[in-house]
T-cell receptor, first 116, second 115 residues
Framework: DTGVSQDPRHKITKRGQNVTFRCDPI?????LYWYRQTLGQGPEFLTY????????KSRLLSDRFSAERPKGSFSTLEIQRTEQGDSAMYLC??????????????FGPGTRLTVL | DQQVKQNSPSLSVQEGRISILNCDYT??????FLWYKKYPAEGPTFLIS?????DKNEDGRFTVFLNKSAKHLSLHIVPSQPGDSAVYFC??????????????FGKGTLLTVNP
């Protein structure tokens, strides 16, 4: 399977615990995105990497959230001291684009987080 | 502030007929528009896109129309099939400083195609 993969698919945690999600993009894609989707809403942008550089973070990404993409390959999204409001589907997407070109982003299956 | 709006939460269509999904946007900087389809428990799947320099793009049963003056786009599916039943998201992006291609999504429209 050469699509975007995410692990785990589901995570149930207790409030206050830390969680980490992993995303493996399509191998030749240089851009990687994290989105969050809550019930009845469309995906909302969280952050974006070009290779290993994190180029933009949404104001939705509080200080409890951190994302990395070491070596420009897979990425991790960590949430510290989880809150019930963090319960959502966390989606990862990747794309391949050059300067000045638009891109279609290809999404993974998502990680559904439930904070009890 | 919802910059991409899909005002119809749901749409029901008979198999073989046309499905028309609508999307409005408010940000005039948007210059690229995409439609995604999403099944339950899966990530969104890219369907079709259109650049703001065009007013129509067609791919098989799917056609997207863009009316820039009205800030409106629509997705036509002809003929509709039961397997098309899913949530459809409209998304938009723009080139900002040459590096930011984040997508702004609408809330989605649930399409049900009845056999």
């Amino acid at each position: 399977d050469t699509g975007v993969s995410q692990d785990p698919r589901h995570k149930i945690t207790k409030r206050g615990q830390n969680v980490t999600f992993r995303c493996d993009p399509i191998s030749e894609h240089n851009r990687l995105y994290w989105y969050r989707q809550t019930l009845g809403q469309g995906p909302e942008f969280l952050t974006y990497f070009q290779n290993e550089a994190q180029l933009e973070k949404s104001r939705l990404l509080s200080d409890r959230f951190s994302a990395e993409r070491p070596k420009g390959s897979f990425s991790t999204l960590e949430i510290q001291r989880t809150e019930q409001g963090d319960s959502a589907m966390y989606l990862c997407a990747s794309s391949l684009a050059g300067t000045g070109t638009h891109n279609e982003q290809f999404f993974g299956p998502g990680t559904r987080l439930t904070v009890l | 502030d919802q910059q991409v709006k899909q005002n119809s939460p749901s749409l029901s269509v008979q198999e073989g007929r046309i499905s028309i999904l609508n999307c409005d946007y408010t940000n005039s900087m948007f210059d690229y528009f995409l439609w995604y389809k999403k099944y339950p428990a899966e990530g969104p799947t890219f369907l079709i896109s259109i650049s703001s320099i065009k007013d129509k793009n067609e791919d098989g049963r799917f056609t997207v129309f863009l009316n820039k003056s009205a800030k409106h786009l629509s997705l036509h599916i002809v003929p509709s099939q039961p397997g098309d039943s899913a949530v459809y998201f409209c998304a938009a992006s723009w080139v900002s400083g040459g590096s930011n291609y984040k997508l702004t999504f609408g809330k989605g429209t649930l399409l049900t195609v009845n056999p």
